[in-house]
Each structure stands twice: as structure tokens, then as C-alpha cells.
């Protein structure tokens, strides 16, 4: 079973980016503009239920994690499918879709 660790709403570690999702954009909190983008749900997850293996997906603004009772799934909204799963722990290690999607955000945010 997929073990969530102690997190609480609103209340978010330093060292890991956030985003918030409004209308469908992704919106970077300003302060985090020096740090990776970080996906908000694997850091709230068990160690032992995180992928092993570093997983480009895991800084993508395309990939939206989700956990079923059993298992952790990565569904990339560039490719429409999904690109990991505890089922398939087959790691992406580099991917365009993920360069474009953190420029992007880097240039909405410039722009702002």
C-alpha cells in the first residue's frame, strides 16, 4: 500500500518547489524561481514508495503523479500516456517535453 508521510495543507518544505494549478496553467511561486521544479506529490510520499531511480518526470510540469491503492503512476500530458509506474518502473532519463515545459514556465514568469 502506497504510504503517505506527515503533510499538512498549505504548509510547504523550502527545499521543495510547489506549484499551484489555476485554470490550467501552472504557476510557479515566485520564490521558488532559483530551485528545480519539483513535482508536489512525491515529496509527500514513503521513501520506500518514491521511484528508485531518478525519474526526468519527476521534474516536469507535464507529469502529473497520481497514487492508487497500490501503486504510483506518472501520466505525461505531452505524450498522453503513461511514462512510469511501480508496475513499470522503466525510468525516463531525459525528454524533450520536459525542457520545453521548464522554459516555458521560466518565460511566464519573466514575463510577469
Given at each position: 500500500?502506497?504510504?503517505?508521510?506527515?503533510?499538512?495543507?498549505h504548509?510547504?518544505?523550502?527545499?521543495t518547489?510547489?506549484?499551484?494549478?489555476?485554470?490550467r496553467?501552472?504557476?510557479v511561486?515566485?520564490?521558488l524561481?532559483?530551485?528545480?521544479?519539483?513535482?508536489p506529490?512525491?515529496?509527500t510520499l514513503?521513501?520506500?514508495?518514491?521511484?528508485q531511480?531518478?525519474?526526468?518526470?519527476?521534474?516536469?510540469?507535464n507529469?502529473?503523479?497520481?497514487t492508487?491503492?497500490?501503486?504510483?503512476k506518472c501520466?505525461?500530458?505531452?505524450?498522453?500516456?503513461?511514462s512510469w509506474?511501480?508496475?513499470?518502473?522503466?525510468?525516463t532519463t531525459r525528454c524533450t517535453g520536459?525542457?520545453?515545459?521548464?522554459?516555458?514556465?521560466q518565460?511566464?514568469?519573466a514575463?510577469?
Amino acid at each position: 500500500m502506497i504510504e503517505q508521510t506527515a503533510h499538512q495543507e498549505h504548509q510547504y518544505d523550502e527545499s521543495t518547489p510547489t506549484t499551484r494549478a489555476h485554470a490550467r496553467q501552472i504557476i510557479v511561486l515566485p520564490e521558488l524561481l532559483d530551485q528545480p521544479y519539483t513535482d508536489p506529490i512525491l515529496p509527500t510520499l514513503a521513501e520506500k514508495d518514491k521511484p528508485q531511480e531518478e525519474v526526468i518526470c519527476a521534474h516536469c510540469p507535464n507529469a502529473m503523479w497520481m497514487t492508487t491503492h497500490n501503486q504510483l503512476k506518472c501520466f505525461c500530458k505531452v505524450t498522453r500516456s503513461f511514462s512510469w509506474s511501480t508496475a513499470e518502473p522503466i525510468p525516463t532519463t531525459r525528454c524533450t517535453g520536459q525542457l520545453r515545459a521548464v522554459a516555458e514556465m521560466q518565460a511566464a514568469l519573466a514575463d510577469k
